[in-house]
């Protein structure tokens, strides 16, 4: 059959395949790619669109949200939490949260908080939840509590918001451990759970005054039948503010310990007719800062009560005036506390007057003989003056007043101490205890503690101080005669013992404070009178004081070492002149009269004495030879190539003795002191051969002149005029043997001239060369050189014979 119309139906084909495929195309590919956190889930993975578009309306896909939101689906369903309570319709999940925007695009956005009738997430409030943000909380931000808020792309299971609960201790400890309601009753959101802001306490005992300050766990300590978690605290809290339960209600010596007396206690209680438990409320109202307010007061019975009559002028007095600080009377109330009551109530006796009245004598009578007695045992109760302390208390004192002691004013040994006193205190008005009993405590001491040294005795006939010469009586008259040896330590032997007291002990002009002009013999002889020189001058001045010297001879010191309190003068044989003057007399010095080196002086001195020193004439070097004696020798053998030392010896007595200054030939050794050697023909000379005799320039004296010099021509005439000198000098030695014989050569032709022997030369005496020659001045010497070294010097080619 032929179609009409062809293209028509070609034509509507074709449209209809296009309808079939666009309807096709549009079930099967996706708008866009979903965002990333439903692209974590591998169910909406690809391209399976029915997960989400089941039925391909919304309808379906809110079913479908459903499936993985249960929670928020619940909440739709009971209209309760955020979504279930939105002003919008909840079931159209799309209107707020929109996909196939791409990976990056978030489904919680400010946006969406908008369209959900939240303007500012940051300020949202909760106020629809039932959890209103108050308090503490307002201020939090949203991630504080909901860890995910900020993050953009949620991991798979994780929740933003969802998951919390309103209760306190799902975000905070619960130190009660859920034995307590609420949090909030007693915390609130205002305050630091630590001052438990909400909390009203039981009617039955209000916190307030002095019990605003503690911690509830002061009252209520864990682990108690007080705790906090116990039953029957909890029972009291619920029931809160109006529950009175008996089984909590506590006195107060429950919680205070009463520094109070059983006694004390019982009577306040009977006064006020109260039961005993209840009586620090009668003057202790919780309503007071401190145990201690002014506003507790007590009466003069309720004093009484306390073991203490307020009688006579004490009860003229403010409390204050006994119960306070003695440091700070004016703040005592204020600064009081619990743990100084013991310091402001001690709980005095009646008689126990120093407790209250500061002591005048500041304890002086705590110990001793009078320890533990009241004051009345001295003073009377109604006044402290004047005391009826006599002569026979004073006895039990540890001084007792004997001769004329008893006769003196209480005051002149106890005088007023103004300048002992004590900080904030009354100054201490006089001293009793302790009041030094030694004499000089209250006399003076004239003898200004000479005989208080170590040295001397402290007890004599078992007294001692100013009794061992004195007596109670009178200091005028000492009890036995003075031991000068004993009291000074200074015997009084000798020209001493013959010598007036006056002598040492001058006389004063003016008495001094005990009307004694007997003067000291410190004032004319200040210093240690155990050395001669305090009293004698010293005329050695101080040369035999030298660490050069024995300090000691025999235990014997200073001057003593030589002289005897007899007399000064020291005989010659007993003088040991070595020991003292480093100088041993020997020799020619022991036989010498002493003024030969000790001239006498013209006038004597102070002492008489005309014997000089030897520095005098000899001057500081007495050691020395030369000081005394003239050095013939000028110093020659003090320098080289003379040796200083010699055996140990030095100076002149290397070669002399103390005996004689004349040396034996045959001792003197003169290669070592002149470096010449008397050997061969010198050894055996006389002395004058070559030191000629000569007089001193005074004449008095012979001496022996230095040799000419050491070398040959300084003695002896050159025979060979000069022929072998050298630089001007000529060498004897290098020819001549030095023996008796001079005429003995070392001298070798071969080898010391210039023209060697032959045989035939060798034979020929020396005297054949060698001739006799005319000198300028008309004598002759053998010639030596120069001669001629050819055999035309000497022979004639004519002949054999030599010219």
């Known amino acids: ?258 520094p109070h007396t059983e006694r004390f206690l019982a009577e306040m209680a009977r006064q006020r007719r109260v039961q005993p438990g209840a009586a620090c409320a009668a003057c202790h109202p919780t309503a007071h800062a401190s145990f201690a307010d002014a506003r507790a007061t007590v009466t003069q019975a309720e004093h009484a009560a306390a073991g203490f009559a307020l009688d006579g002028p004490h009860a003229k007095l403010a409390c204050k005036d006994c119960h306070a600080p003695v440091e700070r009377v004016d703040e005592a109330v204020e600064r009081a506390t619990f743990a100084s009551f013991k310091r402001l109530y001690p709980g005095r006796a009646e008689d126990d007057c120093a407790a209250c009245h500061g002591d005048p004598h500041f304890g002086q009578f705590a110990s001793g003989a009078f320890a533990g007695a009241r004051c009345t045992a001295c003073h009377a109760q109604a006044h402290f003056t004047p005391a009826a302390f006599d002569v026979a208390l004073h006895d039990k004192a540890a001084f007792k007043l004997t001769g004329a002691h008893q006769a003196v004013a209480c005051g002149d040994c106890h005088a007023e101490t103004r300048s002992v006193a004590l900080k904030d205190k009354p100054k201490l008005e006089r001293v009793f205890h302790g009041t030094k009993a030694t004499c000089r405590a209250c006399h003076a001491d004239v003898h200004d503690a000479q005989f208080d040294r170590a040295t001397l005795p402290a007890l004599v006939e078992g007294k001692q101080d100013c009794e061992r010469c004195h007596d109670t009586q009178s200091f005028t008259k000492p009890s036995s005669k003075f031991d000068h040896t004993r009291w000074t330590e200074f015997p009084l032997e000798g020209a001493h013992a013959r010598a007036e007291c006056a002598t040492c002990h001058v006389p004063r002009a003016k008495p001094d404070v005990a009307g004694r002009t007997f003067g000291r013999a410190s004032e004319r002889f200040p210093g240690d009178a155990a050395r001669c020189s305090t009293c004698h001058a010293d005329v050695h001045a101080g040369a035999f004081d030298t660490a050069a010297f024995p300090k000691a001879v025999d235990g014997r010191e200073g001057c003593a070492r030589c002289h005897s309190t007899e007399t000064f003068r020291v005989a010659a044989k007993e003088f040991d002149h070595g020991r003292w003057t480093k100088y041993p007399l020997e020799g020619a010095h022991a036989r010498a009269a002493c003024e030969t080196c000790h001239p006498r002086a013209a006038r004597p001195d102070a002492l008489g004495r005309t014997l000089g020193r030897c520095a005098v004439k000899a001057g500081d070097a007495a050691a020395r030879c030369t000081s005394c004696h003239v050095d013939v020798h000028a110093g020659a053998f003090d320098r080289a190539p003379t040796p200083a030392t010699l055996d140990g010896k030095t100076g002149c007595v290397r070669c002399h003795t103390v005996e004689t200054f004349r040396v034996a030939t045959k001792d003197f ?135």
């Not at 005319?774 to 001669?787: E, N």
Request: with cysteine.
């Open 669 to 803: 050794d003169h290669a070592r002191f002149t470096g010449f050697a008397l050997a061969g023909a010198h050894a055996p000379l006389e002395c004058v051969k070559c030191h000629a005799p000569v007089k001193t320039r005074d004449g008095k004296a012979e001496l022996q002149s230095p040799a000419r010099g050491a070398a040959c021509a300084d003695c002896h005439v050159d025979p060979h005029a000069a022929q072998f000198a050298r630089a001007g000098r000529t060498e004897c030695a290098s020819c001549h043997r030095d023996g008796p014989d001079w005429k003995a050569l070392v001298f070798d032709h071969q080898r010391d001239a210039r023209y060697a022997l032959d045989k035939t030369h060798a034979k020929v005496a020396c005297s054949a060369c060698h001739k006799p020659a005319l000198l300028p001045d008309g004598s002759k010497a053998v010639r030596y050189k120069p001669l001629g070294v050819n055999c035309g010097d000497c022979h004639d080619p004519r002949g054999a014979k030599p010219r």
């Open 1 to 258: 059959m032929r179609w009409k119309k062809p293209a028509t139906w070609v034509a509507i084909a074709s449209a209809l395949l296009v309808i079939w495929l666009v309807w096709l195309d549009s079930g099967r590919t996706s708008p866009g790619p979903i965002s990333g956190v439903h692209a974590q889930h591998p169910d909406l993975a690809g391209d399976d669109c029915e997960q989400c578009h089941a039925g391909a309306n919304d309808s379906g896909m809110s079913g479908a949200c459903n499936v993985c939101h249960a929670e928020i689906a619940r909440q739709i369903e009971k209209k309760t939490g955020f979504h279930g309570t939105l002003a919008v319709d909840a079931t159209r999940c799309a209107t707020c949260h929109s996909e196939h925007h791409g990976e990056a695009f978030q489904l919680v956005t400010p946006q969406v908080f908008a369209l959900a009738g939240v303007s500012d997430p940051t300020k949202y409030d909760h106020a629809h939840l039932a959890y209103a943000l108050e308090g503490r909380h307002a201020a939090l931000a949203c991630k504080d509590c909901h860890k995910q808020a900020d993050v953009e792309l949620l991991k798979r299971g994780d929740k933003r918001f969802l998951g919390l609960a309103q209760r306190c201790e799902s975000c905070h400890e619960d130190v009660h451990q859920g034995k307590l309601p609420d949090c909030a009753a007693c915390h609130g959101q205002e305050h630091p759970f630590k001052e438990v802001a909400k909390f009203v306490h039981v009617a039955s005992f209000p916190l307030v005054g002095a019990h605003l300050g503690p911690k509830c766990t002061d009252c209520h300590p864990k682990n108690t039948q007080h705790a906090i978690e116990d039953e029957r605290v909890r029972a009291s809290i619920a029931a809160a503010p109006s529950a009175e339960p008996a089984l909590l209600e506590r006195a107060c010596q429950e919680c205070h310990a009463s």
